[in-house]
Every structure is written in structure tokens, then in C-alpha cells.
């Protein structure tokens, strides 16, 4: 945890510790003025929860853009090198292009993890086409959860 983080942690204790002071020193603390120092505190941890649940959000979403980022410029080189003029790996082909257009839907990613995985998975498969493959099925985990560690 960061000093950012314990921020709101800190105010609260702060706010109870005076909340006890006040009644430890027994100052006319009625209950109604207990009432408005409870009102006051949980106004207080509202306020300061959604300041924090929307860092935490801009955050997130700043995080998955750039690992889209970051997978798109690693998954497209290596799509490009599975793609094959060999007509049996057609629909794979076609897969891979639909990534590479960011077309391709979740049904897509699947299908396309079980073809990548057999190119991985075949013993004559070139170290290049190795790593394009491992490439390409990071890219479809991280992205769309489909592949072997889904």
C-alpha cells in the first residue's frame, strides 16, 4: 500500500480519535451532537470512498488500454507470421485476419486458440512459428480469456 492509499484510513481514525476526545473530556457531548459527528464522519468516508473508487476506475481503464496497447503491437507481427498461404489452414487464416482487423468476437478467439495451440503443439513447427504462436495465444488469453490457461 502507498501513503495514497492509507489517506482515508488516517482521516477516520482521525475523526474517531477526536469523537473520543470529546467525549473523554466530558465536554457536553449530547447525543445529538454524536448523531452530527457520526453524520459528519460517514458524509466524510461517502466522499472520500468515491473519490477513490473513481481513481481506482480511471486507473483500470487506463491499465487495459495499455495492455491492449502492449498485446496488439506483439500479437499483430506474429499473426502475420502464422498466416499461410496454404490452403488448408484457411479458416485459421481467416481467423488470424479478423484479429488482425479487430474483428474477431469471443467464438472467434476460441476457435482460433485451438488452431493456434496445434501449431504450437506440432513438432515440426519452426522456432519462429513457435513463438508467433505463443504470441498469438497470450494475446487471445489476455484479451478474450480463450486458450489452454482459460
Known sequence: MTLRDWVPIVGVAVSLAGLAVVLSRGRAATLDQIRA?????EKDMDRRLDALIRDVTARGAALETKVEVFWRHVALPAAQV???PDPAHARRDALLEALMARRLDLDGAV???GL??????DPDTTD????AA???LGYLQVMF???ADA
Open 37 to 41: 459527528s457520526v453524520i459528519a464522519l
Open 82 to 84: 502464422l498466416h499461410s
Open 111 to 113: 476457435e482460433l486458440a
Open 116 to 121: 493456434v495451440e496445434e501449431v504450437f503443439d
Open 128 to 131: 519462429a512459428e513457435r513463438i
Open 134 to 136: 505463443g504470441q498469438v
Open 145 to 147: 480469456g480463450a486458450g
